[in-house]
């Protein structure tokens, strides 16, 4: 397998992907900041470049996995950017969970170059390392065929939404449940504990029962609802701004989601 893949954003979700598509025989050149990150690539077989315009020059597919808008803007868009440095028929798939403004704006001042491709994903470090994330893609059907082999070696669910930025409704729609969800199962573990009840308890009889979510699953499974908020609460807290960014930006109210959001005991403000 000769393919090309350019990465640039080897962070926790980002690095694991990186070693799924090495061991599935592409070449993949990264780029990556940190000394202690850089050694791990090299040793896990990528080939690590310095700069943001060499892991996506000669590269068929680039890949994005970046925190915030705010970064995706400055690696795509800047001077020595993926746009700039990239083949023209190269794809370009984002998996940052930003607004749909953001990404349609980038292709609009794009026209001629790679063809970009929203990309947000829904799962764990740990369901990259098996495989088993899920990809939601949107953009232009033969880009999303083009891409979908790579992606496909850290995927077992990759599904096409339809035009650039679908993608991104669909996952900020999802973000919105799972947050409402969250902020029900903190309440409902509130209540419990009024009645007497243990915490591990009730999580453990709603993992079997009718009232079981994959929410309650999460808090369960990080420990309970001090540490589920320490580490999916910062998350979250971004995926709901861009949501509502992206509802401002259209002129519609997230409504009863929003409602449930707010109002329950995370601070997700």
């Given at each position: 397998m000769s393919q090309v893949v350019g990465f640039v954003g080897a962070g926790r979700m980002g690095e694991p992907?990186?070693?799924?598509?090495?061991?599935?025989?592409?070449?993949?050149?990264?780029?990556?900041?940190?000394?202690?990150?850089?050694?791990?690539?090299?040793?896990?077989?990528?080939?690590?470049?310095?700069?943001?315009?060499?892991?996506?020059?000669?590269?068929?597919?680039?890949?994005?996995?970046?925190?915030?808008?705010?970064?995706?803007?400055?690696?795509l868009g800047g001077p020595d950017g993926v746009f700039a440095a990239a083949r023209p028929d190269a794809v370009v798939v984002s998996h940052t969970t930003g607004t749909v403004t953001t990404v349609t704006g980038l292709a609009a001042r794009n026209l001629g170059g790679p063809t970009l491709l929203d990309g947000p994903v829904s799962g764990s470090a740990d369901d990259i390392s098996a495989g088993k994330l899920t990809v939601l893609l949107g953009g232009a059907g033969a880009a999303v065929a083009r891409a979908r082999p790579v992606l496909e070696t850290y995927a077992s669910t990759i599904i096409a939404?339809?035009?650039?930025?679908?993608?991104?409704?669909?996952?900020?729609?999802?973000?919105?449940?799972?947050?409402?969800?969250?902020?029900?199962?903190?309440?409902?573990?509130?209540?419990?504990?009024?009645?007497?009840?243990?915490?591990?308890?009730?999580?453990?009889?709603?993992?079997?029962?009718?009232?079981?979510?994959?929410?309650?699953?999460?808090?369960?499974?990080?420990?309970?609802?001090?540490?589920?908020?320490?580490?999916?609460?910062?998350?979250?807290?971004?995926?709901?701004?861009?949501?509502?960014?992206?509802?401002?930006?259209?002129?519609?109210?997230?409504?009863?989601?929003?409602?449930v959001i707010d109002g329950g005991p995370f601070d997700l403000g």
């Open positions: 992907m990186v070693y799924r598509m090495v061991a599935a025989g592409y070449r993949v050149q990264v780029y990556a900041r940190r000394e202690p990150v850089r050694e791990r690539l090299r040793a896990g077989g990528a080939t690590v470049v310095d700069s943001i315009a060499e892991a996506a020059a000669s590269a068929d597919v680039v890949i994005l996995c970046l925190f915030s808008d705010t970064q995706l803007v400055e690696v939404t339809g035009a650039l930025g679908t993608a991104l409704s669909v996952k900020l729609v999802n973000n919105a449940l799972f947050a409402a969800n969250a902020q029900m199962v903190a309440a409902a573990l509130e209540l419990g504990t009024h009645l007497g009840i243990g915490e591990k308890q009730l999580l453990d009889a709603l993992a079997v029962s009718s009232g079981r979510s994959f929410a309650a699953n999460s808090i369960g499974l990080t420990g309970g609802l001090a540490e589920f908020e320490q580490v999916a609460a910062p998350f979250l807290r971004k995926d709901m701004a861009a949501c509502r960014a992206a509802a401002a930006d259209l002129g519609i109210d997230i409504g009863r989601l929003g409602a």
